[in-house]
């Protein structure tokens, strides 16, 4: 069974420039969740989809961030315009029920913003 | 706001030795807890969690955490590390009340000396 996936891996773009990240989650999972982690700081939850409605946004940081999962598959998200501080990685999970245990983690976008 | 507490970010050990690695969470509520690892090249994967019964709990690899309510804290123990052990630690926690976030330390970097 293929796990969740992220593309891309790495990103470098400059400020004001805009960047999409892709996730594509376990097939069959409804749940998919969104998550940064700024360097040395703690993984921050951004947001939750149930198939393609948006569950939780209360961790989107402000509205350059957009996130999508049309269809309710794969998802996206669009900074735009880039800042500096939106530098990190980019988490991805999915889960077939909401049960926190069952959360799977794709391998990540980092992003940086020169 | 709710947080967890890792008080150690770096952590070195030779291999045989004993690991314990601290997490305290700042919610007075009904709470799940979780360690999860990530080794160097690979995803963010579960190693242990703990959500009701018996508060100490073993995960994979000859980990286990014990709860200890009274302290809000979630400490991660190994009796003999190997190198293999070699990643950066995670805790974490789902409040009750919330159950689809997840909410994170800002993780231990464990090094082991071969």
């Known amino acids: 069974e293929a796990g969740v996936t992220q593309f891309p891996s790495h990103s470098v773009i400059e400020k004001g420039q805009t960047v999409t990240l892709r996730c594509d989650p376990i097939?069959?999972?409804?749940?998919l969740y969104w998550y940064r982690r700024v360097m040395g700081k703690e993984i921050k939850f951004l947001l939750h989809?149930?198939?393609?409605?948006?569950?939780?946004e209360s961790g989107m940081p402000n509205n350059r961030f957009l996130a999508e999962r049309t269809g309710g598959t794969y998802s996206t998200l669009k900074v735009q315009p880039a800042e500096l501080e939106d530098s990190g990685v980019y988490f991805c999970a999915s889960s077939q029920t909401a049960a926190l245990h069952e959360q799977f983690f794709g391998p990540g976008t980092r992003l940086t913003v020169l | 706001a709710q947080s967890v507490s890792q008080h150690n970010h770096h952590v070195i050990l030779s291999e045989a030795a004993s690991l314990e690695l601290g997490c305290n969470y700042s919610?007075?509520?009904?709470?799940?807890l979780f360690w999860y690892v990530q080794y160097p090249g690979q995803h963010l994967q579960l190693l242990l969690k703990?959500?009701?019964?018996?508060?100490l709990v073993k995960g994979i690899k000859g980990f286990e955490a014990e709860f200890i309510k009274s302290k809000f804290s979630f400490n991660l123990r190994k009796p003999s590390v190997q190198w293999s052990d070699t990643a950066e630690y995670f805790c974490?926690?789902?409040?009750?009340?919330?159950?689809?976030?997840?909410?994170f330390g800002s993780g231990t970097r464990l090094s082991i000396r071969p």
């Open positions: 989809f149930v198939k393609e409605s948006k569950q939780d």
């Open positions: 097939s069959g999972h409804d749940n």
């Open positions: 974490a926690v789902t409040l009750y009340s919330s159950a689809s976030k997840i909410i």
């Open positions: 703990y959500f009701s019964g018996d508060p």
């Open positions: 919610y007075g509520g009904t709470v799940n």
